[in-house]
């Protein structure tokens, strides 16, 4: 999983640099000083979607082209996500900062077709999991993407 996380972050980060990204095998991120991998690609992630032009310019996601200003909300949400997967595996809370998890959850759900939810293996995301609207941001944004909190 932490390996997927700094990989994401730095697909994302070539994503916004160059508005592509070739297919290709994940490199282990892991080998080394991981903290320090994640700390330079979560930087150069903010970076790229910082630059001038970064929110209008198109960037060719693997379902099509969109704006920056699109990407930057699933890169969020994917990697937020993740974290949130990390933390349930490791036994740490998950109610990660309720804030930025209520503003992800009102994107992602603009954002994310039926057509992209599945099976396991079939579908980048499974079937929404229904949760009270009293659970905390973080699991609500979970299950939206079909992990059960």
């Not at 959850?105 to 579908?123: M, N, S, T, V, Y």
């Amino acid at each position: 999983m932490v390996n997927h996380i700094i990989g994401s972050a730095a697909w994302y980060a070539e994503l916004a640099e160059e508005g592509a990204v070739p297919d290709g095998e994940e490199a282990d991120h892991t080998a080394g000083d991981f903290h320090a991998a994640f700390r330079r690609e979560a930087d150069r992630l903010v970076a790229a979607f910082s630059a001038p032009g970064a929110m209008d310019k198109i960037m060719e996601m693997p379902f099509g082209g969109m704006p920056g200003s699109v990407c930057v909300w699933i890169a969020s949400g994917d990697i937020f996500t993740h974290g949130w997967d990390l933390a349930r595996a490791t036994g740490q809370a998950s109610d990660l900062d309720p804030e930025l998890a209520g503003q992800l959850l009102a994107q992602i759900e603009k954002l994310l077709p039926d057509a992209l939810r599945g099976p396991e293996g079939e579908a980048p995301f499974g079937p929404a999991i229904a949760v009270a609207d009293s659970a905390p941001a973080a699991d609500r944004l979970a299950a939206f993407t079909g992990r059960q909190p």
